[in-house]
């Protein structure tokens, strides 16, 4: 494609390009072809882009018929999702590295944009269907409305069923793919964000059947001899594997009524797949490697700390308290080393709202009982730790959602990930159920209130914190209710 210019196809004799620019096909107006921007597009000051329009030739049937018509129909579909506009295009891969791949860094930026660069000279499905992916979860939904979709409003004006339907044909079509399995990655991400969670899990556990037939499962795929001779590769597959776990376990904590099996249970005590910082000895330049210098991904680590902590928690046994103690010494340790090199590698809000959720899960059993161990002559040291730890990450969670309000423009460009919906929503029904009795927070009731709103604030961008706003609100008129009845006894 070209913006004012013939990039993509050589000028012709005559100075002219082979066939209308885009926004003049689209409009269905005369043009006169002229290089290096039509008379129309100059005349009215608009951007003119060439492409050739056999790429956007066909139906999708048609394209069915063969592997190569995929790559052009793919390409196709960017373009239309896109309003034929190449600018649209770059301003959305842009967005996506900008805001989600802050904190879901599944691509790998350096090698991504010139590939990104050639897809109109040399359409590659792989590529154009991450694309889609990316652009998706890089814009906010659009406002729910009412059935209004018309024909005339073409083929991208339902971007998450029209990606997901583009994806499903290029995976029928073409051999499984690294883009391919980060482009599903990306759309169970969304899902679970905007409150799909059967759809999510059904995505997810694609991904995860993707990385078994890729044998990221096996102790010999991370050799110490392969990790050595393709780390860029293999830090990349160690990245996706535990944004493959991360999901997983969030996936299994923010639904709970759904009760969907975890896909990556048993994972053990010792992490077999290594972290992707491990890669970095065997990088040339070690971590300062252009375009993996922000991959050090640390929710890989929080993944597997909340996967261990869920893993205890439906076990039927008992958990021995030194397993348990173990596990609380490590979650809090690492997220010291977040707090402390905050802001200097990539950004952290992910590992650290996993690491809050995993320590108030791992404590909330010692909170049951309906006295404050705080207040206690013969303290038990576990509910005292289990009771000041929840206060603490309360408290850090509701200063964090305090500047929610202040944060448009991080809901506006996705920084902030919707893991954190359920930290808030977690920490207020700590609060509803304990906040009064055992965590002694006289509070309590207006940070509820305080953390529903950034719930709904949230909301804007991420529709899980819509359902969840909507639980707490029914759970705390159901507390406030019990208390009015106490009250009045």
Not at 51 to 70: H, P, Q, T
Not at 134 to 142: E, G, Q, T
Not at 224 to 245: F, G, H, Y
Not at 412 to 437: D, E, K, M, Q, R
Request: net charge positive; hydrophobic share 40%.
């Amino acid at each position: 494609m070209s913006s004012s210019s013939a990039a993509s196809s050589p000028p012709q004799p005559e100075g002219k390009f082979k066939n209308a620019c885009l926004r003049c096909n689209g409009l269905k107006r005369r043009c006169n072809k002229a290089l290096p921007a039509c008379k129309t597009c100059a005349q009215r000051g608009q951007t003119c882009q060439y492409v050739d329009l056999a790429l956007l030739r066909g139906n999708l049937l048609g394209a069915i018929e063969s592997v190569k018509d995929v790559h052009a129909l793919a390409f196709r579909a960017v373009l239309d999702a896109h309003g034929l506009n190449q600018n649209r295009v770059d301003q959305a891969i842009s967005s996506y590295f900008k805001g989600v791949n802050t904190w879901f860094t599944i691509v790998d930026q350096s090698r991504f944009e010139p590939q990104a660069r050639d897809l109109a000279t040399n359409p590659s499905a792989e590529t154009c269907v991450l694309v889609l992916c990316m652009s998706l979860i890089a814009n906010p939904p659009k406002p729910r409305t009412g059935p209004s979709r018309t024909r005339s409003q073409g083929l991208g004006d339902d971007p998450y069923h029209f990606s997901k339907a583009i994806l499903s044909l290029v995976q029928s079509k073409l051999p499984t793919a690294i883009p391919l399995l980060q482009a599903q990655l990306l759309i169970a991400m969304y899902e679970y964000s905007q409150s799909m969670p059967q759809q999510a899990y059904m995505s997810l556990g694609q991904c995860f059947q993707i990385a078994k037939m890729l044998g990221w499962h096996k102790r010999q795929f991370w050799s110490v001899e392969r990790q050595a001779a393709a780390p860029r590769d293999m830090k990349l597959c160690s990245i996706l594997w535990w944004s493959i776990v991360h999901l997983d376990c969030l996936l299994n904590v923010g639904y709970p009524d759904q009760a969907y099996p975890m896909l990556t249970a048993g994972l053990g005590h010792e992490p077999a797949i290594p972290f992707p910082e491990a890669l970095d000895q065997y990088l040339p330049g070690g971590f300062a490697s252009p375009g993996l210098a922000i991959m050090a991904l640390p929710e890989a680590a929080s993944a597997w700390y909340l996967n261990r902590v869920l893993q205890q928690l439906s076990d039927p046994g008992p958990t021995p308290a030194a397993d348990r103690d173990a596990l609380f010494e490590l979650i809090t340790e690492h997220t010291s080393k977040i707090l402390s090199s905050k802001g200097r590698v990539g950004d952290r809000n992910a590992a650290l709202g996993t690491n809050f959720i995993a320590l108030t899960k791992l404590n909330q059993a010692g909170l049951v009982g309906g006295t404050s161990p705080l207040m206690a002559a013969d303290q038990d040291q576990d509910r005292v730790r289990a009771a000041e730890t929840t206060r603490h990450i309360v408290r850090v969670v509701r200063d964090d959602a305090a500047h929610l309000a202040q944060s448009a423009d991080r809901l506006g460009t996705g920084t902030l990930t919707p893991c954190w919906a359920f930290a808030i929503y977690n920490a207020s029904l700590l609060l509803v159920a304990h906040g009064n009795a055992v965590l002694r927070e006289p509070d309590w009731l207006s940070t509820v209130e305080q953390l529903k709103d950034s719930l709904d604030t949230l909301s804007r961008r991420w529709r899980i914190a819509e359902g969840y706003s909507q639980s707490l609100g029914i759970a705390l008129n159901s507390r406030l209710g019990g208390y009015a009845a106490d009250v009045a006894r």
